[in-house]
């Protein structure tokens, strides 16, 4: 599937089932999981596609820098909540180990040891290491990029690196299916953040507010109308 296909998926499957009870998590969470959606495909390099190499390093980028934008504008508390449970040698550490591991990914052949679970449970613990409560988003995030990739003809070595590999051959990767996914994935990512606890939260006390600022200005509205009545008599 396409790589906007797999961001999307990955984040619908992220947030529908993990369920971010804070703004912190819903916005760390959702990229994360977007983010575990398309890593996998780093090694179409070996493959000759050179530029869908470039797109999917410009996801993350653009994912990180999302993040931190949210952090320092909106105060969302993403710094807070990855100090208090991680500190920076860790957090070193396991981008590091990250990187290493994505490295010698993208060395190997297209849909071999970057779709594989061996892969899966290497990144997912270092993206623990590096600030647990996001690690199950990402994790959730690659495993719907293997699982949807296995609908198509090319074979996925989920096994690596024993096996032949595995594929339904059920459609194309950039077929009717993949429109499909793409669509159906972002309407539910849109449904699942207006539903979600936290943004459930704010619309509540924006509500709550409206209904403070409606009855202030009736009441004002009573004042003026009982001075008026009080200089005709």
């Not at 797999?6 to 984040?11: N, Q, R, T, Y």
């Not at 909106?74 to 500190?87: E, K, P, T």
């Amino acid at each position: 599937m396409l790589g906007k296909t797999h961001f999307s998926v990955g984040m619908a499957a992220g947030l529908a089932l993990c369920r971010p009870q804070s703004i912190t998590m819903l916005v760390a969470g959702t990229a994360l999981a977007g983010f575990g959606g398309i890593i996998s495909d780093i090694d179409v390099g070996t493959s000759g596609a050179y530029n869908k190499v470039d797109r999917i390093i410009g996801w993350a980028v653009g994912t990180i820098t999302g993040i931190v934008i949210a952090d320092v504008i909106f105060h969302v508390g993403i710094y807070d909540r990855l100090m208090a449970d991680s500190n920076i040698a860790r957090i070193i550490t396991g981008i590091l180990a990250f990187l290493c591991i994505c490295i010698f990914g993208m060395k190997q052949p297209h849909r071999s040891f970057m779709h594989s679970i061996l892969a899966l449970l290497g990144l997912g613990f270092f993206v623990y290491i590096i600030f647990p409560d996001v690690a199950p988003y990402f994790s959730i995030g690659f495993i719907s990029h293997m699982v949807i990739d296995a609908l198509n003809g090319k074979r996925e070595k989920l096994f690596w690196p024993i096996g032949k590999g595995f594929a339904l051959r059920m459609c194309s990767s950039n077929g009717l299916v993949n429109k499909l996914l793409f669509h159906i994935s972002n309407l539910l990512v849109l449904i699942l953040i207006l539903t979600s606890r936290p943004v459930l939260f704010i619309l509540i006390n924006i509500r709550g507010l409206l209904q403070k600022i409606k009855y202030m200005y009736l009441m004002s509205c009573f004042r003026i109308q009982d001075i008026f009545i009080l200089q005709v008599y």
